[in-house]
């Protein structure tokens, strides 16, 4: 049947063809396959540079020898002599030298723990770096176009980068974030959200600040679990320089190759390893419990399962089933540990204290030398929390140890619990004399036995 009007009519007939040919729909399908492995496959990767970073070095007359600590602690009037010997114990034992240093606040008697405290403190340290960091590379502050912080125990309002983002007069466009209660790991976390963003944002600069206050949070209460923290945290702090313009290749001193985030908070036992809380007297600390080199070595393990087979050779992950076969058949009690010397050239684990790092040494089968920068950080700085990875990596670039084509493994660790990995490779010649925050006194490291009275000596002198 006809229709009377004759565009009906033309289209009746098209209708009637078939719409496309078996051959047409073959070259159709497999243009699409290709489009799809083409940009699965040939996509451009989003590729981090770290362009430089700055560690904070504090003068010396903020430096807390262990006597003058005990002393202070002592006269302020606030613990009773369980509590002092507890806490002088501990700092004897917690290989931190006299050079760690603490906040002008803390200095006082007693110890100031107000805002403006923190607030000095915080300027006192991001200030300094930034500054350090800009001048040396002769950055616009204006250039920057993502700002992340993380400081986990002091949040105040206006945040951390708004502070920087009005000292420095930064962009109104600037994408900014203050990350905290994250813990001492957040310095990768924090690392791990600029990757994320610049896989949006194209040709992009990005300013990362690591430090934790310790003016507002001293303990000054009765709970074991309590006190420890009181000994074991410094003053400290470190701005990271990262970028993804491909013309901040030949400038940059590494290249971000992995990074590895592992959260046990789902148990509860490493959810309550590491907490802020109240006392039975209402004075707010942060509680260490007994299981906590457990819960990290537990953290640990899952976070390397995941590392592993990115980065260690065929042969010893072989090595690692086989063991893994024969426990399962009852052939072996212990399974393989890989040596993950045959990945990774330096190492640098989380200086949370002695125990920390003696745990993860034995549990990956490290020699003395491949936690050396860890352990004469937690030394030198004592624990400067989420900045101490950066200490490490300067002390290694001060040595002389880092050379192109190197592999440095970061391992941190933080409430939650978690434990997270960051790889980096070095892609430029790393000249040992820059001026950096081990400059002054990397001769007399590594420190052990008699090197020990002679770093003291010089320091008190």
């Known amino acids: 049947m006809e229709s009377s009007f004759p565009f009906i009519n033309q289209a009746l007939l098209i209708t ?18 290709i489009a799809i492995f083409g940009y699965y496959f040939f996509k451009p990767r989003c590729i981090i540079y770290l362009i430089d970073f700055s560690c904070y070095q504090p003068p010396d007359f903020l430096r807390a020898p262990v006597s003058n600590f005990i002393e202070h602690l002592t006269i302020s009037g606030v613990f009773d002599q369980e509590s002092l010997d507890l806490q002088q114990k501990v700092l004897e034992r917690s290989g931190i030298s006299d050079d760690a240093s603490v906040p002008a606040s803390v200095h006082e008697i007693p110890p100031n723990a107000s805002l403006p405290a923190a607030r000095e403190e915080t300027h006192e340290i ?13 950055i616009d502050p204006r250039s920057i176009d993502i700002l992340v912080s993380n400081c986990s125990l002091f949040c105040p309002s206006p945040s951390i980068t708004s502070m920087i983002i ?30 994320d963003l610049m896989k949006i944002h ?14 507002p949070n001293g303990y000054r209460g009765k709970s074991k679990s309590m006190l420890i923290a009181n000994t074991i945290f410094r003053m400290g702090g470190a701005a990271i320089l990262l970028s993804n313009k ?3 290749m030949h400038k940059a001193k590494y290249k971000l190759q992995h990074l590895i985030r592992t959260h046990v908070g789902s148990d509860n036992e490493s959810y309550e390893s590491v907490m802020q809380k109240v006392d039975e007297e209402g004075k707010v600390g942060v509680a260490l419990s007994k299981q906590l080199v457990r819960v990290a070595s537990k953290a640990l393990k899952i976070n390397v399962v995941e590392l592993g087979p990115r980065v260690l ?16 058949w009852g052939r072996h009690k212990e399974i393989y540990t890989p040596n993950f010397k045959k990945a990774f050239e330096h190492f640098c684990i989380h200086a949370g204290g002695r125990a920390i790092i003696e745990g993860v040494e034995k549990h990956l089968k490290l020699d003395k030398e491949d936690v050396e920068a860890s352990r004469s950080t937690l030394y030198r700085y004592g ?10 990596l300067q002390y290694l670039e001060a040595k002389g140890r880092m050379k192109k084509g190197d592999k440095v493994w970061q391992i941190g660790f933080g409430s939650g ?10 892609i430029s010649e790393i000249d040992s004399r820059d001026r950096n925050a081990w400059s002054d006194r990397i001769h007399l490291y590594p420190v052990c036995g008699d090197a020990s009275s002679e770093l003291r000596t010089e320091l008190l002198s």
């Not at 991001?126 to 590379?137: P, Q």
């Not at 619990?417 to 070095?426: I, Q, T």
């Open 16 to 33: 009637d063809q078939p719409f496309m040919t078996f051959h047409h729909f073959l070259a159709a399908s497999a243009c699409v396959l």
């Open 126 to 138: 991001l200030f300094t770096i930034v500054e350090d960091l800009f001048s040396k590379h002769e």
């Open 166 to 195: 009005n000292r420095f007069g930064m962009r109104s466009d600037i994408k900014s974030f203050s990350l905290s209660g994250m813990g001492c790991s957040a310095g990768i976390l924090s690392v791990n959200l600029v990757k």
């Open 202 to 215: 194209g040709d992009s600069l990005a300013l990362v600040l690591s430090m934790e206050a310790v003016s």
């Open 246 to 248: 491909k013309q901040d």
């Open 313 to 328: 050779p065929y042969s010893e992950q072989l090595k690692y089933i086989i063991s893994f076969l024969q426990r399962k």
């Open 383 to 392: 624990n400067t929390s989420s900045s101490s990875l950066w200490y490490e």
């Open 417 to 426: 619990f978690k434990a997270n990995s960051a790889v980096w490779k070095c």
